[in-house]
């Protein structure tokens, strides 16, 4: 039987390289947005990126 279509995507990972001074100030900057750096990247980029065809964003 073939496979059925899901509408559920695994999330995307992506990776970056930040220097140690860099990721520390980035640490205390979310910090006092009282974020996450997954969050706070997630919504720098929803911001950048124009949203996709029906996501509404």
């Known amino acids: 039987m073939p496979r059925e279509k899901t509408t559920h995507t695994k ?3 992506i990776h970056i390289r930040l220097s140690e001074e860099l990721h ?3 640490r205390i900057q979310v910090a006092k947005e ?6 706070w990247v997630e919504e ?5 990126v124009p949203a ?5 964003k």
């Open 44 to 48: 720098l980029i929803a911001k950048s």
């Open 52 to 56: 996709s065809r029906g996501r509404g």
């Open 11 to 13: 999330p995307k990972m």
């Open 34 to 39: 009282n974020q996450t750096i997954q969050d």
């Open 24 to 26: 520390q100030q980035l």
